[in-house]
């Protein structure tokens, strides 16, 4: 067997799960299961609800729930995970449902789900976490406001308008309300979101969702209200399916399909990050977390149902419940199941209002005000990063808002650096360092200390400041305080040396690192100074050098 074949048949089997996953959850099933029920108290209302947001109905927001939960526990990273639809993720599908219908939709999921397992076998699980805070929370800020946005018609009572922007959806049912008001359902919309922020309050590790949709349906039903329902529901699991892979349109799916994968890799793994500090024992490991996303959504579209990723909110109350092992987010799924098929004709009669409500508590309860005002107030540019990714996440979409974000986060990183590199003209001797004679340099020898990183960010600033070196004979430029050297860097200082050389300075280079000479190697131009012996181990020793080229005595100690 070739060695890349083995190589690869020894990465994916590193990804699959192993016997330890069993042996934990055996070790407190009492306690799991009662996490699992928990869980599945509160991912109902929200699987119906995104399912129906996402606009391929509740039916596939229970289905997503249902498989991918169960895929993605057995097969995921994190043994506090608990996955399946999310608001994040409805924001990528509504402009694919409107551009290519249901079957685009789970098409995108299985080459969303494709893609996850070639992350996943690439080993990429590690750079999440190089994704900054600013741009993690304004992303969380962006989703919430959208979440709470694409409520705004059901919320109303009015039929969703066409179109992509959740602003100007939301906009035209508050015009299409105002001609026709209709408070039963709003009414209800807010009932239910104000059980949920009140009873978090009042009791924290009470969920309110399930008993607050309840109640709002009973209450519709007695009350004969002419809110609209969810409808009815299969009682059972769709039969696997792979008709939308006969779709036509795989290239013009693939962005949305490389967006969902994105989004559901970040996602997952921010998620992941949050568990573990939320927990205790074993971290997660993020490239067996794509693995596991991967599978389930590779899978999930055979039944109906759309992309999945790990639930920040439903893994925070899986923790939070005592869940100790894979099991308990299994069993979530597997009671979410069990409601399919005992009470699919009551989950049906479920006021579209009441999901609403729901989904408008949780995209309050998204949003830490508190850790926000603090962010913002840290530096200009992490507030300004923060601000760009929340009103891109409402402009643009998901994966451009952290792609911009990532961009502008980085561009003031790299101000910052290379605001860091400082050519410094030494007159005194440094605090401890034996080179007294430093400080008796005449003028004609002057020595400079480059500080930092000499790369592209601070290479026209440091050419500038070498090149109006014009009052010495001798130049010593200390590199000990160098700590990076790229090709830019490395060629500004070849062309600085080359300048002075012309106007009859002598250059000496002292303490030049190794790593730092094989970036100037190809140049030629530390290759040609040592070989006129002019690089020297340490300062005192290219300065002795100098003096002795100048002609002029060193006092006697």
């Not at 559901?264 to 067996?288: F, I, K, Q, W």
Request: net charge positive.
């Amino acid at each position: 067997m070739p060695k890349a074949v083995r190589r690869l048949a020894a990465s994916v089997r590193s990804l699959l799960p192993v016997r330890e996953d069993l042996k934990e959850a055996t070790r407190q099933p009492r306690r799991d299961l009662l996490a699992g029920i928990t869980v599945a108290i509160v991912a109902l209302p929200l699987a119906l609800g995104f399912g129906v947001t996402s606009g391929m109905g509740a039916a596939a927001g229970l289905v997503t729930a249902i498989v991918a939960g169960a895929l993605a526990a057995v097969f995921g990273g994190s043994r506090l995970q608990v996955s399946g639809p999310t608001g994040a993720m409805t924001v990528v599908l509504v402009p694919v449902v409107h551009r290519f219908g249901p079957s685009g939709v789970l098409a995108v999921g299985f080459l969303a789900g494709i893609i996850l397992l070639l992350l996943a076998v690439c080993r990429a699980g590690r750079y999440v976490r190089y994704v900054p805070t600013p741009v993690v929370e304004g992303f969380t800020a962006g989703i919430a406001a959208v979440i709470a946005l694409q409520q705004v018609p059901a919320a109303l009572g009015v039929p969703t308008p066409e179109g992509e922007n959740v602003v100007a959806v939301a906009a035209e049912a508050v015009a299409e309300f105002a001609r026709h008001p209709e408070w039963a359902s709003i009414g209800l919309a807010l009932a239910v979101a104000a059980a949920m922020l009140l009873g978090a309050r009042w009791r924290p590790s009470i969920p309110f969702s399930l008993p607050a949709v309840l109640l709002a349906t009973v209450w519709a039903e007695v009350a004969h209200s002419p809110v609209t329902r969810i409808g009815a529901l299969p009682s059972t699991l769709p039969a696997p399916s792979a008709e939308f892979l006969t779709a036509s349109a795989w290239g013009a799916l693939l962005p949305a399909a490389l967006a969902v994968a994105a989004l559901a890799a970040l996602e997952s793994l921010l998620s992941a990050t949050v568990a573990d500090g939320m927990g205790s024992g074993p971290r997660h490991d993020p490239d067996r977390e794509l693995f596991g996303q991967g599978v389930a959504n590779l899978v999930t579209p055979l039944f109906g149902g759309v992309p999945a990723t790990a639930a920040i909110a439903r893994t925070a109350v899986n923790v939070r419940s005592g869940a100790a092992s894979r099991l308990a987010a299994l069993s979530h799924a597997l009671i979410l199941a069990l409601i399919v098929f005992a009470a699919a004709p009551l989950v049906g009669k479920i006021p579209l209002a009441a999901l609403a409500g729901v989904l408008l508590a949780t995209a309050v309860r998204m949003v830490e005000v508190t850790a926000l005002l603090a962010l913002a107030r840290t530096t200009r540019g992490d507030a300004a990063v923060l601000l760009l990714t929340a009103a891109a996440t409402l402009a643009l979409d998901l994966v451009k808002a952290v792609v911009l974000g990532m961009v502008i986060a980085g561009a003031l990183a790299l101000r910052a650096v290379a605001r860091s590199a400082r050519l410094h003209r030494e007159a005194h001797p440094e605090p401890g360092t034996p080179h007294d004679e430093l400080a008796q340099t005449p003028d004609h020898i002057v020595t400079y200390r480059l500080h930092g990183p000499l790369f592209f960010g601070a290479a026209d600033r440091l050419s500038r400041e070498l090149t109006q070196i014009t009052d010495a004979r001798v130049v010593i430029l200390r590199m000990s305080h160098l700590t990076t050297v790229d090709a830019t860097g490395a060629g500004v200082l070849g062309e600085a040396v080359t300048r002075l050389e012309a106007d009859g300075t002598t250059v000496l280079f002292a303490g030049l690192q190794s790593a730092h000479e094989r970036v100037l190697a190809p140049l030629g131009v530390v290759d040609r100074l040592r070989r006129d012996g002019l690089v020297f181990p340490s300062t005192e020793e290219a300065l002795a050098h100098a003096r002795a080229h100048l002609l002029i005595p060193t006092k006697a100690h």
